[in-house]
């Protein structure tokens, strides 16, 4: 499991957004975000580097 520290979210939709972007990431099994936590957690083997770029290509700011 992955934990990222994203930046930017500040509502259900954004929390979305960002499942979505990470979802969309090869090796994915499971992604979820909490925008009160500012993280999102990944489950599966993909590599840390790709996720942090699909969250910040989706506009928010992560951080593995």
Sequence with gaps: M???TVEG?????C???V???LEGVDGVERASADHEDDAATVEGDADPL?????VNEAGYDAQA
Excluded: G, R
């Excluded at 790709?50 to 699909?54: F, G, P, S």
């Design 50 to 54: 790709d996720l942090v770029t699909a």
């Design 15 to 17: 929390e979305a957004t």
């Design 9 to 13: 979210m500040s509502c259900e939709s």
């Design 19 to 21: 499942v979505e972007a």
């Design 2 to 4: 992955t934990t990222l």
